[in-house]
């Protein structure tokens, strides 16, 4: 009896911990006002562009790559809800390949982390490569930077 009274009163502290835990989250989401453009360039020349729009726990993404002669090689639109640690982000979305293709749920984390006033970097671990028009391998970056642009709308 007493071995399932430490182990019930163990759960308990943990799921309440679990519960503050995920409530400071949406807590700190819902006073969360953050725009901005990243990108990368990759060793041959391309560049992957993502726009993040996290307002008040809906978020949405948009990733562009673009190959070497700027020309639009994969899209992809997230969109979701976010919780939010301090510079930790996690990002619950469905995720668009294209019209044509079903879409799929996924679960991202960013550490975003500003540099300075307008100027971010974003630190994503779930990075791996692609594969270019002619076969081979391009590691993609898990860094990217911020743009300072006016317009979301145009390409940074």
């Given at each position: 009896m007493n071995?399932?009274?430490v182990?019930?009163?163990i759960?308990?502290?943990?799921?309440l911990?679990l519960?503050?835990f995920i409530?400071?989250?949406?807590?700190?989401?819902?006073?969360?006002?953050f725009?901005?453009?990243?990108k990368?360039?990759?060793?041959?020349?391309?560049?992957?562009v993502l726009r993040?729009?996290?307002n008040?726990i809906?978020?949405?993404?948009?990733?562009?790559?673009?190959d070497?002669?700027?020309?639009?090689?994969?899209t992809?639109?997230?969109?979701g809800?976010?919780?939010r640690?301090?510079?930790?982000?996690?990002f619950?979305?469905?995720?668009?390949?294209s019209p044509?293709s079903?879409?799929?749920?996924?679960?991202?984390?960013?550490y975003?982390?500003?540099?300075?006033?307008?100027?971010y970097?974003l630190?994503?671990?779930?990075?791996?490569?692609?594969f270019?028009?002619d076969r081979?391998e391009?590691?993609l970056k898990g860094?990217?930077?911020s743009?300072?642009?006016?317009?979301?709308?145009s390409?940074?």
């Amino acid at each position: 009896m007493n071995l399932f009274k430490v182990s019930s009163n163990i759960v308990c502290f943990l799921l309440l911990a679990l519960m503050l835990f995920i409530m400071y989250g949406f807590l700190s989401a819902s006073l969360t006002n953050f725009n901005v453009n990243f990108k990368v360039s990759d060793v041959n020349g391309g560049e992957e562009v993502l726009r993040i729009k996290f307002n008040r726990i809906k978020g949405q993404a948009t990733y562009l790559g673009y190959d070497k002669d700027e020309n639009l090689y994969d899209t992809r639109q997230f969109n979701g809800w976010f919780l939010r640690w301090s510079n930790f982000y996690v990002f619950l979305s469905w995720v668009t390949d294209s019209p044509f293709s079903p879409r799929y749920f996924k679960f991202d984390a960013y550490y975003i982390k500003q540099e300075f006033p307008g100027k971010y970097i974003l630190l994503n671990h779930q990075r791996g490569v692609r594969f270019n028009s002619d076969r081979q391998e391009v590691p993609l970056k898990g860094i990217f930077s911020s743009c300072i642009q006016p317009g979301i709308g145009s390409r940074p």
